[in-house]
């Protein structure tokens, strides 16, 4: 079955370290986006992607890249991270269609 | 750009009452409407979702939402909830001004007490 998962699962790590999380879909998926998760936020856009080399920023980008070299991945890397940056983190992708579909996410803890 | 308001953060209720769940949004433009359910420590799954025709749509798991354009209203309804029905609850708008992207409200926690 297709899916999408994410990795790591769980993840501490200390201020100014940069962090590497991964996504990867088995869909075939033509986009693909970054969110992440705080209470009383809801899910927010960090980045996504429409295809590959294609990526875009969303609402809240600073402090956070992407890079798309295939269909199937599109890592986030938060560059030096901050206590700001502590968050679950989820992936989604969709077909050319409305519908997203959600990683599992990933709890980061930034020290 | 649209806008996605859950009007409330936590709705506590009984097993078997009927419960609501409301959404409002903001929008220029015709946008498409989902709600997806988050349950403890797992991703987003979607629960139903409406894109055009009748303004009742029948989800997964007894749920069921109404579109109403002229109140700009997508509220979640169950007739009679389940324990198994404690989760997180998003509304989000798709399209419109923000082609291609979800956009969010803030989730109501949604507690079934037995």
């Known amino acids: 079955d297709a899916e999408i998962t994410q990795s790591p699962r769980h993840k501490i790590t200390e201020t100014g370290r940069q962090v590497t999380l991964a996504c990867h879909q088995t869909?075939?998926?033509?986009?693909m986006f970054w969110y992440r998760q705080d209470l009383g936020h809801g899910l927010r856009l960090i980045h996504y992607?429409?295809?590959?080399?294609?990526?875009n920023k969303g609402e809240v980008s600073d402090g956070y890249s992407v890079s798309r070299s295939n269909t199937e991945d599109l890592p986030l890397t938060l560059e030096s991270a901050a206590s700001s940056q502590t968050s679950v983190y989820f992936c989604a992708s969709s077909d050319h269609g409305e519908t997203q579909y959600f990683g599992p996410g990933t709890r980061l803890l930034v020290l | 750009a649209q806008s996605v308001t859950q009007l409330d953060s936590q709705v506590p209720v009984f097993e078997e009452a009927p419960v609501e769940l409301r959404c409002n949004y903001s929008?220029?433009?015709?946008?498409?409407l989902f709600w997806y359910v988050q349950y403890p420590n797992q991703g987003l799954q979607l629960l139903l979702k409406y894109l055009s025709g009748s303004t009742l749509v029948k989800g997964i798991n007894g749920f069921e939402a109404e579109f109403n354009k002229s109140q700009t209203s997508f509220h979640l309804r169950k007739p009679s909830v389940h324990i198994s029905d404690t989760a997180e609850y998003f509304c989000?708008?798709?399209?419109?001004?923000?082609?291609?992207?979800?956009?969010f409200g803030q989730g109501t926690i949604l507690t079934v007490h037995p």
């Open positions: 992607s429409y295809g590959v080399q294609d990526t």
């Open positions: 929008s220029s433009v015709s946008v498409y």
């Open positions: 869909w075939n998926h033509n986009n």
């Open positions: 989000a708008v798709f399209g419109g001004t923000s082609y291609g992207k979800l956009t």
